[in-house]
């Protein structure tokens, strides 16, 4: 039987990869993650490493820019992205893609791309009591953005790092047999993200230190969606264990 763990502490969508991320009280969870996450990034023209994404990794300043719904309030896909000067440029603009170039010195292109554009797998989670001991590890405020997550969550046993027991289970979001859930595949390998400020960009190393320093560079789990449905802010959270072979 599933068991209850905890709650939905918060939700976090950013619909340009690397870009600033926006808070949510509620999203839908589809088959490739939340509807409307990083589906859109740009692409670093002419590389042809097998990663071709501009991120933050490389150009710090790209979490300064922020994605603009319309204007009307409705909830489609974004239409500008205001810039770190304030001036608010069209998505595919060629305004913006030249911003972007002459800031980070290599020439970009925006992209599109369906099912998002995804590092690993379409959905990530981690538990507040995870962020909050590698803030106090770090000496640093505690703030789950530096770790881009879709879901936080809020344990009902304050333990950290528990997410790396939930290997090959499921987590459930809400009440019932249909309730949205994903299947937990593998822990969040972390990278020198982790270290910049969501607000000003600037690095602190010993946030990244921190992470190996507890717990071998893992912050947090990727899952992969098995039931879609609405996720919200208080929803229960419930954990089925793995399924364990006959010997």
């Known amino acids: 039987m599933p068991e209850e763990i905890g709650q939905v502490e918060a939700i976090f969508r950013s619909p340009v990869k690397s870009m600033a991320g ?72 060629e305004e913006l893609a030249a911003e972007v170039s002459r ?51 809020r344990l009902l046993q304050s333990f950290s790092f528990r997410e790396d027991e939930w290997l090959g289970a499921t987590l459930s979001f809400g009440d019932g047999d249909d309730a949205p859930a994903i299947a937990v595949t593998m822990r969040d390998l972390r990278c020198s993200m982790v270290n910049l400020d969501p607000d000003s960009a600037s690095p602190a190393p010993e946030v990244m230190k921190a992470v190996v320093r507890a717990n071998q560079n893992n912050a947090g789990i990727y899952g992969t969606v098995t039931r879609i449905g609405g996720l919200a802010v208080g929803q229960k959270v419930s954990l089925r264990p793995a399924i364990k072979e006959a010997a």
């Open 22 to 93: 926006k808070r949510l009280e509620a999203a839908s969870l589809g088959w490739h993650g939340l509807d409307g996450d990083r589906r859109f990034a740009f692409r670093r023209i002419g590389d042809r490493t097998g990663f071709p994404w501009l991120t933050a990794t490389m150009f710090p300043e790209l979490l300064l820019f922020v994605p603009q719904r319309p204007a009307d309030g409705s909830n489609g896909d974004i239409t500008h992205v205001r810039a770190p000067d304030g001036k608010e440029l069209p998505l595919f603009s």
């Open 103 to 153: 800031r980070c010195g290599a020439r970009v292109e925006m992209m599109r791309m369906r099912n998002g554009i995804f590092d690993d797998a379409s959905i990530s989670i981690i538990t507040s009591q995870t962020v909050d001991e590698i803030g106090r590890l770090a000496g640093r405020r505690a703030d789950a953005r530096r770790f881009r997550p879709n879901v936080v969550v």
